[in-house]
């Protein structure tokens, strides 16, 4: 076999986690991809909240950011493990923990960065189900927004989520491109 068959197991086998700000849809993304690429996808807030038996808020609002980051640092070892999930959707602080970026590139996942502007992101977040405890206003999302942003940057691939392009047209174009 010539060298295209290792590019295809390679591609095959490629397993990604999607970052980006809170309300830039990584979960619907994740979503779509998995449909088409066939194959398990995890989303890190849903397994959190599964693992801990109560909702993201109640951990946040009951014991702090600091003890919620370290639910998340652990529940993301977990996801981690699964070695069958290609598609990992994180929650949107997960990836400005460092040791949480390092436990992703030493499992071998490539990142990928939904980037979107803050006013797309905040529109989503305000007409949302999901409660999001560390914006529940548009001061502290926005400066939320701006610190992250050169973490964000530090991910392998960044796709610009522009407000005309549904959750499936990105999907498709991170399965052409990081999927190809
Ligand atoms: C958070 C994002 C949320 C959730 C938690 C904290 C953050 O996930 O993990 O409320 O710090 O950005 P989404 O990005 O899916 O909203």
Redesign the pocket.
């Known amino acids: 076999m010539g060298d295209d068959s290792g590019k295809n197991t390679a591609r095959a086998e490629k397993r990604i986690a999607l970052t980006?700000?809170?309300?830039?849809g990584?979960?619907s993304v994740a979503r779509h991809l998995a449909q088409m690429l066939r194959c398990e996808r995890l989303?890190?807030?849903s397994l959190?909240e599964i693992n801990e038996q109560r909702r993201?808020?109640e951990i946040?609002d009951g014991e702090g950011?600091a003890a919620?980051r370290k639910i998340?640092t652990d529940n993301l070892k977990l996801a981690l493990g699964k070695t069958s999930v290609r598609i990992l959707?994180?929650?949107?602080?997960?990836w400005?923990v460092a040791e949480n970026r390092d436990l992703i590139r030493e499992s071998g996942l490539t990142s990928v960065w939904l980037e979107s502007s803050f006013n797309h992101c905040w529109n989503n977040?305000r007409f949302?189900k999901?409660?999001?405890?560390?914006?529940r206003n548009k001061i502290a999302a926005r400066k939320?927004f701006d610190d992250?942003q050169e973490i964000y940057c530090l991910a392998d691939w960044h796709f610009i989520v522009k407000p005309d392009l549904t959750s499936f047209d990105v999907a498709r174009q991170i399965h052409e491109e990081v999927f190809s």
Request: proline fraction near 3%; charged fraction near 25%.
């Open positions: 980006g700000f809170m309300g830039v990584k979960t989303d890190l807030d959190i993201i808020v946040i950011e919620y998340e959707s994180l929650g949107g602080g997960a400005t977040i949302s999901k409660e999001r405890p560390l914006a939320l992250r």
